[in-house]
T-cell receptor, first 112, second 115 residues
C-alpha cells in the first residue's frame, strides 16, 4: 500500500527558530510537493521537486526552503519561523506532476 | 487567477439526502479531474477521478459528472452519511496532453451532513 509519512503530527516552535519538516514516500515517485492548508485558502503550493536535487518554487515560497537529497525524502525548512507560518503542512508525492497525488497525514505547526 | 474554483465554501445536508459539490475550471487544457476528501488533522485522501473522455464516473455512493462545454464538474454523494462530513477538494490537470503542469486544487467545500 502506498505510504507517505511526515516526521511529526504536531509541532510547537518559537518565533525565530529554524524548523525542519520531513517527508518520506515509499512509492519510488519522482515528484514531491509541500503545501500548507489554511481555513478559506485551500491548499497552497510552497515548493515541489521533480527529481533528486531539483526544486521549483510554488505559489508561496517566501520564508521557506527545501531539500531533496534522496528520491524518497523531501524536507521543508523554515529558516526563521514566524507566527504567520502557523499552519497545517502537507506533503504529497506523485508518479507524474499532473497525476494523482498521495498525501501524508500532515503536520500541524504552531509558532509562538 | 484561480484555474479551479469551488464557489461554495460550505454545504449542509441532511443524512440520507443527496450532496452535490460543484467545481468550475477555466483552463481548457485540463483533461483529468479528481476529488479529494479531507478530515481535520489528516491529509487529503483520493476519492474519485474522471478523464475528459468520459462524462460520468461512479464508485459506490460517489459519482462525478463532467460537463466539458461548461467547464464544470460535480460530485454527487447519495445517500449522504454523517461520516461524509469533511472538506472536499476538486483538482485538475492537463495530464494526457503531455504537459508537465502540476495538479491544481480548488479551495475546498466543507460538507456537513446532519443526522
Amino acid at each position: 500500500d502506498v505510504k507517505v509519512t511526515q516526521s511529526s503530527r504536531y509541532l510547537v516552535k518559537r518565533t525565530g527558530e529554524k524548523v525542519f519538516l520531513e517527508c518520506v514516500q515509499d512509492m519510488d515517485h519522482e515528484n514531491m510537493f509541500w503545501y500548507r492548508q489554511d481555513p478559506g485558502l485551500g491548499l497552497r503550493l510552497i515548493y515541489f521537486s521533480y527529481d533528486v536535487k531539483m526544486k521549483e518554487k510554488g505559489d508561496i515560497p517566501e520564508g521557506y526552503s527545501v531539500s531533496r537529497e534522496k528520491k524518497e525524502r523531501f524536507s521543508l525548512i523554515l529558516e526563521s519561523a514566524s507566527t504567520n507560518q502557523t499552519s497545517m503542512y502537507l506533503c504529497a508525492s506523485s508518479l507524474r506532476p499532473s497525476g494523482r497525488q498521495f498525501f501524508g497525514p500532515g503536520t500541524r505547526l504552531t509558532v509562538l | 487567477d484561480q484555474q479551479v474554483k469551488q464557489n461554495s465554501p460550505s454545504l449542509s445536508v441532511q443524512e440520507g439526502r443527496i450532496s452535490i459539490l460543484n467545481c468550475d475550471y477555466t483552463n481548457s487544457m485540463f483533461d483529468y479531474f479528481l476529488w479529494y476528501k479531507k478530515y481535520p488533522a489528516e491529509g487529503p485522501t483520493f476519492l474519485i477521478s474522471i478523464s475528459s473522455i468520459k462524462d460520468k464516473n461512479e464508485d459506490g455512493r460517489f459519482t462525478v459528472f463532467l460537463n466539458k462545454s461548461a467547464k464544470h464538474l460535480s460530485l454527487h454523494i447519495v445517500p449522504s452519511q454523517p461520516g461524509d462530513s469533511a472538506v472536499y477538494f476538486c483538482a485538475a490537470s492537463a495530464r494526457y496532453g503531455g504537459s508537465q503542469g502540476n495538479l491544481i486544487f480548488g479551495k475546498g467545500t466543507k460538507l456537513s451532513v446532519k443526522p
